[in-house]
T-cell receptor, first 115, second 114 residues
Framework: AQKVTQAQTEISVVEKEDVTLDCVYE???????LFWYKQPPSGELVFLIR??????QNEISGRYSWNFQKSTSSFNFTITASQVVDSAVYFCALSENTNAGKSTFGDGTTLTVKP | DTAVSQTPKYLVTQMGNDKSIKCEQN?????MYWYKQDSKKFLKIMFS???????INETVPNRFSPKSPDKAHLNLHINSLELGDSAVYFC?????????????FGPGTRLTVL
């Protein structure tokens, strides 16, 4: 069974600080996909990134970066020089190849960036 | 605009009533989903349809019945509403029934049962 754990329920930082959101997953599949979604206070869910299980390259997109480590079953998300607009709930999700179409979401991490 | 849309955005109703939430996507996607997000922001999948065929049916009370008249629409009907049904319901779609596809979410419907 697939499972995603986001141990950090809430994180609060001051603007310009770096912050890392943790995501640990469990799966028996060798082929799977990991996602991060952002839910700002306005409520909509927005896709941020996808990673497949065969690609452990870290990815950087502007102030966002993702660290995927199969050895620790983790897919962590770092925001560099955080801004108030980064305040949101962030969800990590897992989709197994043998369970096509179903994504399991973590419980989310609420990030508050204070000015 | 291409998007996933839901109606209504807000729904306030009394216990015991029956209500429906509609979802439409004009992205040409084959797969659609319903999620429930509770007050703690936990997001749980309820149903998924692929080309009008039900492919995911999680442990959801029988009072909830999805209907997909075509692959662009997935509606959610709820009978005999209970207080615990109060939540935000999100519709989503993805291009194919594939694990690598990200999902595109609608704006959500906030259901309040009094």
């Amino acid at each position: 069974a697939q499972k995603v754990t986001q141990a950090q329920t809430e994180i609060s930082v001051v603007e310009k600080e770096d912050v890392t959101l943790d995501c640990v997953y469990e799966t028996r599949d060798t082929t799977y996909y990991l996602f991060w979604y952002k839910q700002p206070p306005s409520g909509e869910l927005v896709f941020l990134i996808r990673r497949n299980s065969f690609d452990e390259q870290n990815e950087i997109s502007g102030r966002y970066s993702w660290n995927f480590q199969k050895s620790t079953s983790s897919f962590n998300f770092t925001i560099t020089a955080s801004q108030v607009v980064d305040s949101a709930v962030y969800f990590c999700a897992l989709s197994e190849n043998t369970n096509a179409g179903k994504s399991t979401f973590g419980d989310g991490t609420t990030l508050t960036v204070k000015p | 605009d291409t998007a996933v849309s839901q109606t209504p955005k807000y729904l306030v109703t009394q216990m015991g009533n029956d209500k429906s939430i509609k979802c439409e996507q004009n992205l040409g996607h084959d797969t659609m989903y319903w999620y429930k997000q509770d007050s703690k922001k936990f997001l749980k999948i309820m149903f998924s349809y692929n080309n009008k065929e039900l492919i995911i049916n999680e442990t959801v009370p029988n009072r909830f019945s999805p209907k997909s008249p075509d692959k662009a629409h997935l509606n959610l009907h709820i009978n005999s509403l209970e207080l615990g049904d109060s939540a935000v319901y999100f519709c989503a779609s993805s291009p194919l029934k594939r694990s690598y596809n990200e999902q595109f979410f609608g704006p959500g419907t906030r259901l309040t049962v009094l």
